[in-house]
């Protein structure tokens, strides 16, 4: 019989990522048993919290700034929908100070909440910067 032994290094990693998802627009109120499961198979893996956190940040932002024209996108229901966006980053890093602004630009969509009909060109650029980096970065 296989026991599960406790680790605090797991545990706290764990719980870091569930904060992190949990935190993000469009999320669910609750983790699941198989988001927890992800959260200690990114930990077994070895994949920092700083690129778990940079793939939420951008994958959300992707979403919120789409451009207003085009159909809106259901909520998001796992951890898993971030997963390609975390291969994406294991594979061709972000600069280092990447992570910081999309905290930052983010802190300010959500101080506005969605952006505007008067602010939708600017947000169009924007959008399409992130867009741009992204390719540059292989996203």
Known sequence: MNALVYDPDTASYVTA???????LPETPLRADAQD????RQLHERGVPLRVVESAFLLAS???LLRPADVPALSPIRSLA???PVI???LSNPAPE???????L???HIAKGGRPNPQSRARNNAVYLVIR???RKLRF
Do not use: C, D, I, M
């Open 36 to 39: 927890q499961r992800l959260a």
């Open 105 to 107: 630009k983010l802190q």
């Open 132 to 134: 741009q980096t992204s």
């Open 17 to 23: 990522v569930l904060t992190l998802y949990l935190g």
């Open 81 to 83: 929908y971030f997963q």
């Open 87 to 89: 291969e994406e980053l």
């Open 61 to 63: 932002l992707r979403r």
């Open 97 to 103: 100070n990447y992570v910081e602004y999309l905290r």
